[in-house]
Every structure is written in structure tokens, then in C-alpha cells.
Nanobody, 124 residues
């Protein structure tokens, strides 16, 4: 069992930066691949970024590539999403998720645990 708690959201002006954190509980955290998703009002949840623990690779949605960076600290059981050059269209609730499957990490259905989400608002 893994519990995920996001933090770090807030209000920022366009062009600014935020770093989201996702703290995980559970002794087997290091064996999970992790992902970040977001959901804007009136829109479906969408993939943002993932880090595949098994092969050590990262993946990003085209809309955030070059601006966002996903990373993890195994010693702290925490995964991060560094968000730079933020745009108003990045406004959403951001969720972290954990997957035991390590494949097709763009698909939210392949994740087993989800956090409660943290709000990110980017003003123009």
C-alpha cells in the first residue's frame, strides 16, 4: 500500500516557476514508477510527466517538454515536478500517481495509487 501527498501548488504569474512535491509512504516506494497528471476545469485528466523506475527514463507531454522536469529522491520517498516558464494554460489540479506496471505510463489507467491533488493557478 502506498499513500501519496502532493504539495507545492499555488498562484504564480505567467513565466514563473513552481516545484511540486509528492511524498510517498510505504516501504516499497522505490519499486514504483511515478507520474504526474493534471486536470483543468471542464477538461479531462491529462498526462504531464512520468519517471520509469525500472529503466530509468523520463517522459513528458509535448505541451510541457522543455519546461517541466520530473525527478525523484529515493531517500526521501519523494517525487518532484519542477515547472518553469509557466503559462496560464498550465492552470489545473495536479496529481501524482504510482504504478507497479512500469509501462504505458501515459495512461492513467495503469496507475495504482493517486494523491489528492494540488492546485496550480497561473495568472496572465
Amino acid at each position: 500500500q502506498v499513500q501519496l501527498v502532493e504539495s507545492g501548488g499555488g498562484l504564480v504569474q505567467a513565466g514563473g516557476s513552481l516545484r511540486l512535491s509528492c511524498a510517498a509512504s510505504g516501504r516499497t516506494f522505490s519499486t514504483y514508477s511515478m507520474g504526474w497528471f493534471r486536470q483543468a476545469p471542464g477538461k479531462e485528466r491529462e498526462f504531464v510527466a512520468s519517471i520509469n523506475w525500472r529503466v530509468g527514463t523520463t517522459d513528458y507531454a509535448d505541451s510541457v517538454k522543455g519546461r517541466f522536469t520530473i525527478s525523484r529522491d529515493g531517500a526521501k520517498n519523494t517525487v518532484y515536478l519542477q515547472m518553469d516558464s509557466l503559462k496560464p494554460e498550465d492552470t489545473a489540479v495536479y496529481y501524482c500517481a504510482a504504478s507497479v506496471r512500469h509501462y504505458e505510463l501515459r495512461n492513467g489507467m495503469n496507475y495504482d495509487y493517486w494523491g489528492q491533488g494540488t492546485q496550480v493557478t497561473v495568472s496572465s
